[in-house]
RNA sequence: GGUGAGAUACUCAAGUGGCCAACGAGGGCAGACUGUAAAUCUGCUGGUUUUUACCUUCGAAGGUUCGAAUCCUUCUCUCACCA
């Protein structure tokens, strides 16, 4: 089994916030005991998912779960989709139809299986009892909270007083999503800091329906994006997706700046909580180079995406690349009528997206054909097959026919 | 519904008849350096093989003018105050 301290220290891990964490010892207890699974909700938006690392710090902190004995009740809210959380700015969405929110579903699995355990997960829909609920059920829901109550939440607040119109179907959504705690008597549920009231109501309405007890909340911080000021977000482009290639997925850990680093060890990687802190000590006091330190982070979360042999392998290939300045093994290709200008492949092999940026770059002396910088801006290629670099990451092998 | 303000490049934001492809900041890209796509410093950042030139762009469409991001008209949208 497992020891109850080191359990709940590792569960405290990273975590912004945990409310009733009393209750999370209790059902960590009886598991020990008994053996008696507990419930663990987390909720998901149902449009197509496409995960990044930022989600995965709930996801491994579900999978932990899962190690204490937890099922995880992963809640894919197709219902509530479609008015939107207002936690940020959406609007009001169109409904997804079935099959899509099916395919969707399967998708999600697909990547969060990476991660979860599939034999202890359950995936639910809440469509499934909010479809039931009817009016009078809604009607009833409402009647359990009042409206200063909800406009006790930070964003609410915000938008009354600045006067931006709030939806009465965006008041709906917390009491919904709270009531899912409701239909499935989870124990505990996860979701982000910006979740805090809608995990909250959850609590406050399974007492108020009067299910026997009341989930603890844990709240997970939103992980900084590459930029390390952002979080990371899909819209803003500082994200590393769990699908993205080995290659990719390596360079971008390796780009975080060194601070950036310790947080991502903290909420992404394996290694206890103790083997960091050697680490980050190591590292100040000089016995670790900082790079290597990034290195092994990379390789860890490559190797947890893909696999261990891919993970040295993409290794080795930004070595030969960035470090020996080597070209690198795959590149895109293609094949063009010769002779031609030098600008104009870079632009054919969709290096740069115009010939004056290409211009622009070949004045600079960002672009090398067989490793040679280019110095002639008027360059023509005759026949013949060419390596074609602009800076330091953008390769393509080109033939000059 | 009434009144007022505004809409400029990826974002924020200057410019109120010619010196405007349009100040500045952020972001992005590149170069140098290095330990990496870290940090730091520097350059570039609408398009086009006419490159000390040409073409397109300042919410949209018209108009005034030798000349408009800048002035006028209409329209669309956003915001603020009042109801």
């Known amino acids: 089994m497992f ?28 598991y020990l005991k008994s053996g008696k699974n507990y419930y663990v909700k987390a909720g998901f938006d149902p449009t197509a998912p496409d995960l990044h690392l930022g989600h995965t710090v709930l996801i491994q902190k579900l999978a ?19 008015i939107g959380d207002p936690t940020g700015k959406n609007i009001t969405r169109k409904p997804l139809d079935r099959p899509t929110v099916l395919e969707n579903a399967k998708s999600y699995k697909e990547q969060v299986f990476k991660i979860l355990d599939p034999d202890k997960t359950e995936v639910v829909f809440n469509a499934s009892w909010l479809d039931e609920l009817g ?43 709270g009531y899912d705690s409701v239909a499935l008597k989870s124990d505990i549920e996860l ?42 977000s899909k819209s803003l482009g500082n994200y590393i997706g769990v699908t993205e290639d080995p290659n990719a997925m390596f360079g971008k850990v390796l780009s975080i700046s060194d601070d950036l680093m310790w947080r991502y060890y903290e909420l992404l990687s394996s290694k206890t909580l103790e083997e960091i802190k050697t680490l980050h000590e190591d590292v100040n006091s000089g016995k670790v180079h900082p790079k290597a330190a990034k290195e092994s982070l990379a390789m860890e979360i490559v190797a947890r995406y ?21 070209i690198p093994t795959d590149m895109p290709e293609i ?13 054919d092999a969709k290096l740069e997206p115009s010939t004056s940026q290409a211009r622009r770059d070949i004045k600079q002396g960002a672009v090398k054909i067989n490793q040679e910088k280019v110095q002639d801006e008027q360059l023509q290629l005759e026949n013949g097959e060419y390596i074609v ?3 330091k990451r953008k390769f393509a092998r080109v033939k000059v026919i």
């Not at 800091?193 to 609590?203: A, E, H, P, V, Y």
């Not at 891919?310 to 930004?318: D, G, H, P, Q």
């Open 389 to 391: 670099q602009v800076g």
């Open 335 to 347: 094949s063009t009528q010769g002779p031609i200008w030098i600008a104009k492949i870079l632009t």
């Open 64 to 82: 932990l779960f899962q190690k204490y004995g937890a099922i995880i009740q992963f809640l894919i809210g197709d219902f509530t989709g479609m």
């Open 3 to 30: 020891e109850l301290d080191s359990a709940v220290k590792e569960i405290r891990r990273g975590c912004a916030e945990i409310i009733d964490e009393e209750r999370i010892i209790t059902v960590l207890k009886e």
């Open 135 to 177: 009016a009078k059920g809604i009607v009833e829901l409402t009647t359990t909270f009042n409206v200063a109550r909800m406009l006790e939440r930070d964003d609410f607040e915000k938008r009354f007083k600045s006067e931006t119109p709030i939806s009465i179907s965006e008041f709906l959504y917390p009491l919904l999503q």
């Open 191 to 232: 979701g982000g800091t910006d979740q805090k009231f809608n995990l909250l109501m959850g609590r406050q309405l399974q007492r108020t329906y009067n299910i026997g007890k009341q989930q603890a909340v844990l709240m997970m911080p939103l992980l900084e994006g590459l930029d390390g000021v952002n979080k990371m």
């Open 306 to 326: 893909h696999d261990r042999d891919k993970a040295t392998m993409a290794k080795a290939e930004f070595d030969k690349v960035h470090k020996q300045k080597d």
